[in-house]
């Protein structure tokens, strides 16, 4: 047993010592136990083993609470009142510096016999210097005794000339990009790396170390600090490239459709070579949205741990040895925004397992203007680490060589135990916020000792030269070579031309959509939907199946898929999946509870009645099938959950990935994610998507929330012209489809095109079950597609005095309210595409009827709210007729939550358009 962990030892000095002087415990006393009996044991012996004891609390108590009185921060200005631990006072476990003691496990110098002195002073260079460590509150022992382990190396840890070489470089050539961007572009937000230098070795040695350890691939999260010092000092970014960015010039060829995104969101796509190792990086695109790419790092990081076949993702401890995760922070936004908190909760759980994440988190100690104690209400900012018991290294970043070998630390223990550890670097800002920002309005007495300091790059040469392991001159001189290419890169600007890096590798033959109007064959042959149908509900004779979905939704769908009609909801979504499946593409679908879905009708995933196992029958369609569906039941997150979603997605186009909110309002919680990535990806950064977004939407009396799922948002989002009949090329669909099989070949034709779009689907709730809601297979056979408006076969057209035009659930209200009127003069045309518009399909259908005198709108939503908005000035522009409105009035609640006003209110929007 560990002595330093040892509860019997805890105990034993905890009460009134007499009430133990008869106990016996052999790692204690050094007695073998025969007997119950008590045993008496000698004073001395006693009072020696005593003291070794309460040793070792005092050893633990440093492993616990040394860093609550490190040298951490390098811009300390005021006294710090914890730099007194009444933890580790020699006086609260019975000692003196004198007292001679026997002590191992700590700095590894094996056993050994000194003064408490001797021993306190070991303790304090490890746990109470310029690198502090958390990790007691982690709940696996193995854990924490390698990390303690691991810790009491590093003041013995000594570093070679080259790698010190190294890190000044990289110092050096951060200060003078920094200078050289400040001279020749003074107006410029570069977000610089000044003051916060000590991240660049942790970079270094992180990425050789990975190189060195066979990892093929990095996906890193970054913001704005230092990112652009990171891109042209490390990851072989072309500063022309950059300064034809500064000079306003576009990134991309003209070729492409793009609007561009500020500089501190550029990225690199690079192989970083160390000796003969080579591992590729890939630095994502991020918002200005603190945080958000967080979750789209993950994503991006198991999509490409699932192309590679790496890991078995939750079944076993086996984890990735091919694709590792960093993601980088800011102090005041990894204790403030709540998608860390999220990213943390789904970082264990199956599907969204990565392996670990490693956490860099450049700790500028003031969130734009907000010093950290009014940032926060726990000590540090990485204190949300603690909520996965995820091990924290705290750093004086002004010690390079400190910030190195934590870095070693930290990707040794992602490896060994494949989970999430945090390096928060404690630094500072020179300038502020940016450049241009006067930091002494709110941080006056911060920065009277921020500028009467040496840089981290200055201080580090003088080290250096002060141990004769460089001079002067060499400083000098790297300083010079490396402004002298910057100076030529600056000249190369302005003859730079855009390289063409998009659509490679996984993209290689897709491109961007076309301006016209495609129509795609997603049919699949009849015997092919009866063998997808089929296998979606078989399962293993040994699988003990719940008997109401054995009654209702197996027997129910093998009698659909034989008989090759009213093939319902959720048996088309089936078929769409499968059969994708079976030409090798990939499908995921994410959200909370999907595998039986919120209105229990997809069943997608099957969990054993006894067991509690699950098995996803689609998977075991065929022995030889390449195509896998995972089933991703998610925690209760939507920000983080979507924002995976979407990093997934971009990683490869042949991964259907979708995600279900719960409620169709649901999505609001991630509207970051929809406005920052999912709607303008392409458009700022040429990056495709082919996300499906589920929202179950329909007035059914539930109340406000869960009703709508807010069309008119999204389509305020599409940049669906007023002007002209739109294209493909639209940046976000957004269809409500009112059949199983229009559902089928949207989701199959997010495949089969040689380009990728988000989809937004409003799917329904209660057209789940309703008989009329069916489809049949020659509806789903070759030469078949999604149609963007569906006409009315059921009137003569000649007789048609009054087109309707509706989308959804609302449509079969109307129907039904038309049958029992016997009304033959109105004719009801569904809109099932609002973008791209539909103007052709519109235009086709609306001719058929030359003796309408009336066009109407009829919606569910309140005026202000669903398609009325938007589809009018498009439809009196594009058709070129004039359309009025029917439905609910206008609202600041989307729905009511009186039953019986519901209840009126439904007649009312169902009767009024046949007598407007």
Known sequence: MNINRCSICLRLVKANVNKFRNYHSEHVFGFKRKTRKAFQVPDEVYAARCKESNFYRLVTAYKQHGHKCSNIDPVAFTQNASSVVPELDLKRYGLSINNEVTFTGIVNVGKHRGTVSYAEEQLRNIYCQHIATEFSHLEDE????????????????????????????????????????????????????????????????????????????????????????????????????????????SDFPDKYKASGDVLSHLIASTDLKYGDKTVHLSLLYNPSHLEAVNPVSMGKTRAKQMITGDG????????????????????????????????????????????????????????????????????????????????????????????????????????????????????????????????????????????????????????LINEGIVSEDICKNTVESHRAWLNDELKAAETYKPEDLHFKNNWDGYSQAEDAVTTWDTGVDTDLLTFVGSKSVQYPNDFNIHPTLLRTHIKNRLSKVSEGENVDWSTAEALAMGSLLFQGYN???????????????????????????????????????????????????????????????????????????????????????????ITSGEEKW????????????????????????????????????????????????????????????????????????????????????HPKCTSNFMEMTPGTHFKPVIGDSSVEPSKVKKVLLTSGKHYYSLAEKRENLKTNDTALIRVESFSPFPTIELQTELSKYPNATKVLWCQEEPRNMGAWTFFKPRFENLVGKKISYVGRETSAAPAIGVGKIHQQEAEEVTTKPFFN
């Open 142 to 249: 193995e854990e924490i005794e390698w990390l303690s382990q691991e810790i009491e190396k590093l003041p013995r840890q000594a570093i070679d000339n080259d790698t010190k070489l190294q890190i000044l470089t990289d110092l050096l050539k951060s200060e003078c990009f920094d200078q050289f961007l400040g001279i020749k572009f003074g107006s410029l937000k570069r977000y610089g790396a000044e003051g916060a230098e000590g991240m660049f070795p942790f970079f270094t040695n992180f990425f050789r170390l990975a190189a060195e350890d066979n990892i093929e691939q990095i996906v890193l999260a970054m913001p704005h600090r230092g990112r652009l010092n990171l891109l042209t000092g490390i990851l072989n970014f072309s500063p022309a490239r950059m300064f034809s960015k500064i000079k306003g010039n």
């Open 312 to 463: 078995d993702y939750g079944q076993s401890n086996e984890w990735s040895d091919k694709v590792i995760n960093l993601q980088v922070h800011g102090d005041a936004a990894i204790a403030g925004q709540g998608i860390n908190q999220e990213c943390l909760m789904l970082s264990r759980v199956p599907h969204f397992e990565v392996g670990g994440s490693v956490h860099l988190v450049v700790n500028n100690q003031v969130g734009f203007t907000t010093p950290a104690a009014r940032g926060r209400s726990s000590r540090y900012c990485t204190d949300v680490a603690r909520i996965i018991s995820a091990p924290v290294i705290h750093v004086n970043g002004d010690l390079p060589e400190e910030v190195l070998k934590v870095s070693k630390v930290a990707f040794e223990y992602q490896r060994k135990f494949r989970k999430d550890i945090f390096v928060d670097i404690n630094c500072y800002r020179l300038w502020g916020h940016n450049e241009l920002d006067d930091p002494t309005f709110t941080n006056p007495a911060l920065y009277n000792v921020i500028r009467s300091k040496k840089t981290v790059p200055q201080m580090y040469a003088d080290k």
């Open 587 to 677: 499908v995921r679908i994410s959200g909370q509870d999907v595998g039986r879905g919120t209105f229990c009708h997809r069943h997608v995933m099957m969990v054993d009645q006894k067991s509690n196992s699950t098995y996803v029958p689609l998977n075991h369609m065929h022995k030889d099938q390449n195509g896998f569906l995972e089933v991703a039941n998610s925690i209760l997150s939507e920000e983080a959950v979507l924002g995976y979603e979407y990093g997934y997605s971009v990683e490869s186009p042949r991964n259907l990935v979708m995600w279900e909110a719960q409620f169709g309002d649901f999505f609001n919680g991630a509207q970051v994610i929809f406005d920052t990535f």
């Open 686 to 769: 040429l990056w495709q998507s082919g996300l499906t977004v589920l929202l179950p939407h329909g007035y059914d009396g539930a109340g406000p929330e869960h009703s709508s799922s807010r069309i008119e948002r999204f389509l305020q989002l599409t940049d669906s012209k007023e002007t002209k009949p739109d294209g493909d090329n639209v940046n976000m669909q957004v269809c409500q489809p009112s059949t199983p099989a229009q559902y089928f070949h949207l989701l199959r034709r997010q495949m089969v095109r040689n380009f990728r779009k988000p989809l937004i689907i409003i799917t329904p709730k209660t057209l789940l079950r």
